[in-house]
């Protein structure tokens, strides 16, 4: 994710992302968001529906994100301690990446490139960066 994107999101949300702070032994936010821009909306609305949670939970109030990233063409974000409510909001944000172009944010899908790297894209990024798309979703197997 670009400098400004990463710096509104750190900004607006602080405390779910003030790990960024911490060696990256604790934490790995201070390496950024690990994806496409196109996926700052979704990141940004799951980090306004999970500091609403914590703010209405006061058990939930240590809660902070470990990480972000894109793997195996999806939004993995990762947060301590685990929360079963905040699980279920992750879990719906990575199904909505699986349809979300990573670098535009337009509807896409699973591609894969040559070299077997996956990626959510619209039709246009995926003709660009060489990408193909895949009918079915890769086995959890080849995932590393």
């Avoid at 994806?35 to 240590?62: K, V």
């Avoid at 793997?71 to 993995?76: D, T």
Wanted: proline share 8%; charged share 25%; net charge negative.
């Amino acid at each position: 994710m670009n400098p400004e994107n990463t710096a509104r999101l750190f900004e607006r949300f602080d405390h779910l992302y003030r790990g960024r702070h911490l060696p990256d032994t604790q934490n790995l936010m201070g390496y950024g968001f690990q994806c496409g821009d196109g996926w700052f909306e979704l990141s940004y609305e799951l980090s306004e529906q999970i500091e609403a949670y914590c703010q209405q939970h006061p058990e939930a109030a240590e809660l902070i994100a470990v990480q972000v990233k894109q793997k195996f063409g999806e939004l993995r974000f990762h947060v301590c301690p685990l929360v079963p409510a905040i699980q279920q909001m992750i879990e719906q944000a990575r199904v909505q990446s699986r349809q979300t172009c990573e670098r535009t944010g337009k509807p896409g899908e699973m591609c894969r490139d040559p070299n077997g790297y996956y990626q959510t894209l619209c039709p246009e990024a995926a003709t660009e960066f060489g990408f193909e798309p895949v009918r079915q979703k890769p086995s959890p197997e080849s995932e590393t």
